[in-house]
């Protein structure tokens, strides 16, 4: 049903004769781990599952899964930077913008790459990272949040609706560069999708919006991810030093 | 909840009355899980109960995943 892909940081099985081997080679307990990477992949994909589990024909993302795994990629010393590769149709909004809350308070580097799509509630989540990063051909839809179940044909409803939206749009515009009324001119625009409000932004055009900081793939994400994890390391460096001084 | 989803609503919960997935829990080396068994002792793990993070990080315990569980009868 729900498929996240991600590298293992370190299976507790066969690590204590390693270490112990350590110990009496090098005279430490851990040496830097050979074929273990210090990123740490996170794929969001299809639907974005949150209350509600939705029927087999779905493929979903379940954010109980993905919020433990920003916890422990958070917690994990040998983990230094996240990597979030999107190609998501929206979901739910609950769950969405705790996805997105998660990846912006990381204190880790992150980067998304935008691959495919990053529709709806993928928004948010595209633009959660410290860089934003989507593929050429990678498109955006921004369109406004609809109400399903029951309606009731009053004030209120739309009081509520507008509510709603107004994280999505407040959570987008303070994390990119995009301004309130062009995001708003996005999400209300008619004559752009067929059947629906909204525009759906490509590649190139996400970036001219301010919407994502750049286009390009996954080499230029993996290079951006990576100078962030040395500038961490040396301002960390630096402070260290600073103290002993 | 809100859905905020460029597929069509309609499309998303196609199948919703008619689906009633039988859902069980079950421990697996001290990770609690829920699981749909498929036949036989395998299951496809629906989500962990676990509140270790680390385990979230473990592939072989990624929702989707088939294990093989066996009952352990020594505890009853």
Known sequence: MAETKQQEPATEEGKKNPALENIQQLGQTSTPPTGESNIFCLTIIGQVEGHIVLPPQNKTTKYEHIIPQLVAAEQNPKIEGVMIILNTVGGDVEAGLAIAEMISTLSKPTVTLVLGGGHSIGVPIAVSANYSIIAETATMTIHPIRLNGLVIGVPQTFEYLDKMQERVTRFVTKHSHVSEEKFKELMFKTGELTRDIGTTVIGADAVKYGLIDQVGGIGEAIMELNQRIDEKRKAAMTAANGVLV | ?76
């Open chain 2, 1 to 76: 909840m809100i859905h905020y989803s460029i597929v069509p609503l309609d499309d998303i919960y196609q199948g919703m009355d008619s689906f009633s997935p039988n859902y069980m829990e079950i421990t697996v080396q001290g990770v609690t899980m829920q699981v749909e068994p498929v036949g036989g002792f395998q299951a496809r793990i629906v989500r962990l109960h676990s509140c270790n993070p680390q385990d979230y990080l473990n592939t072989r315990y990624a929702p989707g995943t088939m294990i093989t569980y066996s009952p352990d009868l020594s505890a009853t």
